[in-house]
């Protein structure tokens, strides 16, 4: 494994029966897993190629029994991991083999529909679009829609603040919940915010949500729903060049319009694609926009005018406007199984995240084939365009020799130049353990204190998900000391009253 | 007295880290256009930022915009408007409301987090912060965030600084998104709904796909001191419910129509446009009928956010308890109540009502000897109180950055 998670605990390990012998005394039956095999479905998440078994699984449900189990490991000096459905791109939810790893998989209920305060109570568990599905008949959904939403539970989403294809038009997870319940490692329970629009002091349901699982379990969560656009209509756009298609989306933008949904692939993603849905893509250019709008009827018919007009103005060479629900889910098809399709052509692939000012494009691109040039790996870009979210697959072959190391070398140069070029590490995916070593690639040493202030604001021990977002741990007193800058006053002048 | 001239970040952190020997407490200021806002604080030396008024890159392809925070907030809006954009969660210019002159600073409005109509769609100040240079409590200038509008690298601390009120770092450049401006807009009018019917109308567009993004209510009472831009509405006496569409003028116009059709059983609707729509709703965004220069100017003023659809039945009783007026905006969520002069500013009986609602609310307007003895704002439950103090202090452990503005067990 490339990258150390903490040193596990021998004294934490040498109690290893007594400890499930005590979580078994708060979750009972099947609540508590502990043989080999059993625990074989937790040893990842969605970053697949880092495998850990836990110490042991503890499946409470109900928010009494996650608040015993962490008073419990807090108290004994036990870490614990939180895990949602396991989809984390970054490894969010990977296990520490000394660690209880805290499934949430039992909190599957909608616990209520307000329709007149436009809010979904729900427990962490329900996935992303059990939510929607539950309030459709409203005509009502959950915006956020991260590809994996079949899957993902709700919690994950809180704890990754996870985008989608319509976070530029409707926001991100952050955006999208109102309030939660949360148990701190200390076992105690506070619910924060509830169907407000707003919480009262300070945002502490700002700073939980994409805080990765290191600041407390969430065990309810409330989130805003919304009406289903009246109709939604797409383009399909090819250019000769990437530059094109980028200036495209800075007119589209720059005109006033937001797109429902604005993603562009490049012709290796395109390729693959095509061949795996038969989307109908050209494969005679070298991007590619999917350009959704969204909205009353009149609204989009207008706007799609606007759009094909400004496409052409920037020497589109294919445009297709879809006319139906068919046709536009067709549109979406390649787009959508980009990641499975190019899962075929290459053994392996790994998935970056960085976003980039939209303006970089054509840039980053370039920069990355010749990185693909240099470590001799071959890459297939697929992009949020309306929000700067870039995607690059990165296909390598785990079995040959040093390729994955190289895979992930590349992946971090990929990241860099994002930062290089005015832009994150990760738009929507997390840092987890995958990007947690580039960090100071972005922030300081002062920049990364400060955050670890706050965690220990949350959790002063650090036992909760350590190892994930920070490259170094520190201990909470030593990062809360205040040092006196000489004494001398500098502004020796300043009013005092 | 002199105030010293911070040029820079450096400049911050050499006031700040003097402060911290010092263990003198800072009041930071831009302006000063919401030092009337909070408790009264134990600070005795102001920390001004309005020489850090520079705009350090405005993208409008890009949809962001990066600041210093003394920059005015007025010279910002105008040079984003030169590009048809704005910042979606309409700020709220406070002044009018608490009779001082000026919008203040960028800083200042993210600072305060004062969010206007459109915050039931577009969300507020908080939702717009997308990354931040500042000092903490600790001397040190960090940043937080990024300058793209999606990003998940660290934690969201941009988050914690909206509406922190000065109290956790001073900010000293922010990068915040910026959205196109509507081309057209419509208000839709119903006359003469109590509270609660009223309520229940804005419920009834909210929960329409047609994409709202103004629901507000004034009881006739609001009109007694009608000022600025409710002129337009005329008919005074009569209560008003107000909903806003905004986009391209065909569907603006589309969407009324059906909007029109969703509210007929609440009445006869009037559609207002563009310049008279505009005008009223910036006069609900800066609560103008409760202005300080108006009638009810040496009223305490409220600011109560609750669940939208109980928005109603709460400010009738409050209107009902105490004499005071209120109107609604975000569709009954956010109440703001100007109530008869008290020396506790009704503060028990309020926050019993409120907090039975679900809700939370704040003093904003009141004299100095009635913050002194009131909570300004909302007091949390020990355990959120607990966590929030320990959020503070991760930021400012002596205590430097605007003490005792949120609380006042420690300004006495």
């Keep these: ?497 | 007295m002199d105030t010293p001239r911070v040029r820079d970040a450096k400049d911050v952190e050499q006031v700040v880290r003097a402060a911290i020997a010092s263990e003198q407490p800072l009041e930071i200021i831009g302006h000063g256009s919401r030092r009337l806002v909070g408790q009264p604080m134990a600070t005795n030396a102001v920390l001004e930022l309005s020489a850090l008024n520079a705009v350090t890159a405005y993208e409008p392809n890009e949809l962001i915009i990066t600041v210093q925070a003394g920059a005015p907030l007025a010279d910002v809006l105008s040079l984003i408007d030169s590009k048809d954009q704005q910042f979606a969660f309409e700020p709220m210019d406070t002044s009018a409301l608490l009779g001082v002159s000026g919008a203040g600073t960028i800083g200042g409005m993210i600072g305060a987090g004062l969010a206007g109509p459109r915050r039931i769609r577009a969300g507020g100040a908080r939702d717009h912060l997308l990354g931040a240079h500042a000092v903490s409590g600790f001397g040190d200038s960090f940043k937080t965030g990024g300058k793209v509008v999606k990003n998940v690298t660290g934690y969201d601390l941009c988050k914690l600084l909206a509406g922190s009120w000065g109290t956790l770092a001073v900010m000293t450049e922010v990068t915040l998104k910026v959205m196109p401006k509507p081309e057209s807009e419509r208000t839709l009018v119903l006359r003469g709904l109590d509270d609660v019917t009223a309520n229940r109308a804005m419920t009834a567009a909210l929960g329409s796909p047609y994409d709202v993004s103004g629901a507000a209510h004034l009881p006739h009472q609001a009109f007694r001191s009608a000022a600025g831009g409710l002129a337009g509405l005329g008919a005074p006496g009569q209560a008003t419910t107000l909903l806003r569409l905004e986009g391209i003028a065909a569907s603006a116009a589309d969407r009324a129509g059906s909007l029109g059709k969703t509210l007929a059983p609440f009445g006869t609707v009037e559609v207002l446009q563009d310049a008279v729509s505009a005008a009223i709703w910036s006069s609900i965004r800066d609560v103008l009928p409760f202005a300080a220069q108006g009638a009810l100017g040496a009223w305490p003023v409220w600011r109560i956010v609750c669940p939208p659809a109980s928005g109603g039945a709460l400010g009738q009783q409050l209107s009902r308890d105490t004499g005071g007026d209120v109107i609604y905006d975000w569709g009954g969520g956010l109440i703001w109540a100007a109530l008869p002069p008290r020396p506790d500013a009704h503060a028990a009986l309020l926050r019993a009502r409120v907090d039975a609602a679900g809700g939370h609310a704040m003093l904003v307007r009141a004299s100095e000897l009635v913050r002194r003895n009131v909570d300004v704002f909302h007091p949390q439950s020990g355990g959120v109180a607990a966590l929030s103090e320990r959020v503070r202090a991760s930021f400012d452990p002596k205590n430097i950055l605007n003490r005792g503005r949120l609380l006042r067990a420690v300004a006495t």
């Design chain 1, 1 to 497: 494994m490339a990258i150390m998670m903490p040193a596990s605990d021998q004294a934490v390990l040498d109690r290893r029966d007594a400890i499930v012998a005590a979580l078994r005394g708060i979750v009972p039956g099947e609540g508590v897993i502990d043989s080999a095999a059993e625990m074989l479905p937790y040893e990842s998440d969605g970053l697949m190629a880092y495998r850990q078994p836990p110490m042991v699984v503890v499946l409470p449900d109900t928010t009494e029994q996650v608040s015993k189990v962490l008073k419990y490991c807090c108290e004994q000096g036990i870490k614990v991991v939180p895990r949602g459905s396991g989809t984390s791109l970054s490894g969010g939810a990977l296990p520490l083999a000394d660690g209880v790893l805290l499934g949430l998989g039992k909190f599957k209920r909608i616990r209520e529909i307000d329709f007149d305060n436009r809010v979904v109570v729900t427990e962490p568990g329900v996935t992303n679009l059990a939510i929607s599905q539950a309030v459709a008949h409203a005509g009502f959904y959950y915006a956020p829609d991260p590809s994996s939403q079949i899957a993902c539970s709700i919690g994950g989403n809180v704890a990754e603040n996870s985008g989608g294809v319509h976070c530029l038009k409707y926001g991100m997870t952050t955006n999208n919940v109102l309030g939660c319940e949360i148990v701190l490692m200390s076992g105690e329970i506070l619910r924060i915010g509830g169907k407000s629009a707003e919480n009262a002091g300070y945002d502490l349901m700002g700073i939980i949500t994409g805080s990765e699982g290191l600041l407390g379990v969430i065990t309810e969560i409330t989130v805003r729903i919304l009406q289903k656009p009246e109709t939604a209509r797409a383009l399909m756009v090819g250019f000769a060049e990437v530059e094109a298609a980028g200036e495209c989306v800075a007119r589209i933008i720059g005109a006033g319009i937001i797109p429902g949904g604005m993603e562009m692939m490049d012709k290796p993603a395109i390729h693959a694609a095509e061949a795996f849905v038969h989307a109908g893509y050209p494969l005679d250019v070298e991007a590619l926009l999917i350009i959704e709008l969204d909205g009353p009827g009149v609204e989009v018919d207008e706007l799609i005018g606007r759009v094909e007009t400004i496409a052409k103005g920037c020497g589109s060479t294919t445009l297709q406007i879809s006319t139906s629900e068919a046709e536009r889910n067709l549109f979406w098809a390649g787009r959508k199984a980009a990641f499975p399709a190019v899962g075929r052509i290459s053994p392996d692939y790994l998935c970056m995240d960085g976003t980039i000012p939209r303006g970089a494009l054509p840039k980053a691109l370039a920069r990355i084939r010749d990185l693909s040039a240099k470590y001799d790996l071959r890459v297939a870009n697929v992009f949020h365009a309306g929000d700067g979210n870039l995607h690059p697959l990165i296909l390598y072959d785990a079995n040959q020799p040093g390729e994955m190391e190289r895979a992930e070398a590349f992946g971090a140069d990929i990241l860099r130049c994002c930062v290089e070029l005015g832009g994150v590490l990760t738009g929507e995916h997390g840092v987890g353990i995958e990007k947690r070593d580039l960090m100071p690639e972005m922030f300081s040493e002062i920049d990364l204190n400060q955050q670890q202030r706050l965690k220990c604001a949350f959790d002063a021990q650090g036992l909760l998900n350590p190892g994930k977002v920070f490259p170094t741990l520190h201990r909470c007193a030593e990062l809360g000391r205040v040092h006196v800058h000489g004494g001398r006053l500098a502004f020796p002048e300043l009013p005092r009253f």
